[in-house]
C-alpha cells in the first residue's frame, strides 16, 4: 500500500520567515497528492492538491509540486504568519483501481509554530 | 450544505461499554469514509462505503468495531467492549465520485476510554 514519510517536527519560525515541509511517499502508479491542515481545535481542512506529475498546488500562499522523479511534495511558504501555527499533514491517494483507490494515506504530521 | 457533522463532539465511557457514534456527510457525496487518530498521529483509515456498501475494511477494525450505512446517508460506528486503547478521535469524511478532490473532514468525535 501507499505510505507518506513528513519531515520531522516540531518546526518554530518567526513570522514572514520562509517554511519548508518535507514530504516524500511511496506508492504503486501515479496518485493524487494533498496537504491538509489542522488548526488548534479544529478539523482536517484540504490545504492545496496535485493530480499528476509536475502539478503545482497552491493555496493561501502555499505551494507544493508533484515530484515523480524524487517521489516528493514538499510544502513552502514564503514569509509565514502568526496565524498559520497549525499541523500539517501529507497525504497520498490512490488512483481508481488500484488497492489503495479510495482511502487516504496520511504522514504524521508536522506541528508549525510562528512567533511574531 | 453544512459540511461533514459529527456527534457526539466528545464521548467518556467506562472500560467494557458500547459506544455509537454518528456521521453525517455531505448530502451529494456518496463516499463516506472513518478515520481514527490518535495524539502525535496522522490520521489512520478504518474503512469506508460507497453508498449502502461498505467496500474496504482495515486491520484495525478488529471484531469490536462494527460501521454501518444504512440507507447511503448518514453512518454509525460502534465500539463495543471498549478498551482504553481506543481512546483516540474518530473522524469522518465524504467525498464525491471524482478522484481528484480530497475530503471534507468532520470536526470528529473524541473518545476518551477510563
Known amino acids: 500500500g501507499n505510505s507518506v514519510t513528513q519531515m520531522e517536527g516540531p518546526v518554530t519560525l518567526s513570522e514572514e520567515a520562509f517554511l519548508t515541509i518535507n514530504c516524500t511517499y511511496t506508492?504503486?502508479?501515479?496518485?493524487?497528492l494533498f496537504w491538509y491542515v489542522q488548526y488548534p481545535g479544529e478539523g482536517l481542512q484540504l490545504l492545496l492538491k496535485a493530480t499528476k506529475a509536475d502539478d503545482k498546488g497552491s493555496n493561501k500562499g502555499f505551494e507544493a509540486t508533484y515530484r515523480k522523479e524524487t517521489t516528493s511534495f514538499h510544502l513552502e511558504k514564503g514569509s509565514v504568519q502568526v496565524s498559520d501555527s497549525a499541523v500539517y499533514f501529507c497525504?497520498?491517494?490512490?488512483?481508481?483501481?488500484?488497492?489503495?483507490?479510495?482511502?487516504?494515506?496520511f504522514g504524521q504530521g508536522t506541528i508549525l509554530t510562528v512567533h511574531p | 450544505d453544512t459540511g461533514v457533522s459529527q456527534d457526539p463532539r466528545h464521548k467518556i465511557t467506562k472500560r467494557g461499554q458500547n459506544v455509537t457514534f454518528r456521521c453525517d456527510p455531505i448530502s451529494e457525496h456518496n463516499r463516506l469514509y472513518w478515520y481514527r487518530q490518535t495524539l502525535g498521529q496522522g490520521p489512520e483509515f478504518l474503512t469506508y462505503f460507497q453508498n449502502e456498501a461498505q467496500l474496504e475494511k482495515s486491520r484495525l477494525l478488529s471484531d469490536r468495531f462494527s460501521a454501518e450505512r444504512p440507507k447511503g446517508s448518514f453512518s454509525t460506528l460502534e465500539i463495543q467492549r471498549t478498551e482504553q486503547g481506543d481512546s483516540a478521535m474518530y473522524l469522518c469524511a465524504s467525498s464525491g465520485e471524482t478522484n481528484n478532490y480530497g475530503y471534507t473532514f468532520g470536526s470528529g468525535t473524541r473518545l476518551t476510554v477510563v
Open positions: 506508492a504503486t502508479g501515479y496518485p493524487s
Open positions: 497525504a497520498t491517494r490512490g488512483r481508481a483501481g488500484g488497492t489503495s483507490y479510495g482511502k487516504l494515506t
